[in-house]
């Protein structure tokens, strides 16, 4: 699935709660994700590291979407290499 889509489907699924929650919460959700994240990195469970993988990315796109960002968009930033210096590999 392609960002772009997966922001849709993200939206889609979660938006309405997702606003009626607003922004601060959620941003407190995607940190909150991004520690479960953390441990499930440090216990090295495969499984339960692609769900908070997953997790962590679904709120970066709830956060994107809530601000009004395209995150595909903001990838694209990094099509060409590093948006500073241009290069691939960065050489800043």
């Not at 407190?28 to 090295?44: D, H, Q, S, T």
């Not at 997790?55 to 060409?80: I, M, N, P, Q, S």
């Amino acid at each position: 699935m392609d960002i772009r889509t997966f922001q849709t489907v993200i939206d889609e699924t979660y938006g309405a709660r997702d606003r009626a929650r607003g922004e601060a919460a959620a941003f407190l959700w995607f940190v909150e994700e991004v520690g479960e994240l953390a441990e499930a990195i440090r216990r090295g469970d495969e499984a339960e590291r692609l769900g908070e993988f997953g997790d962590v990315l679904a709120w970066l796109v709830t956060l994107a979407t809530l601000h009004g960002v395209d995150l595909a968009a903001a990838a694209a930033r990094f099509a060409a290499g590093c948006p500073k210096c241009g290069g691939r590999p960065c050489t800043c």
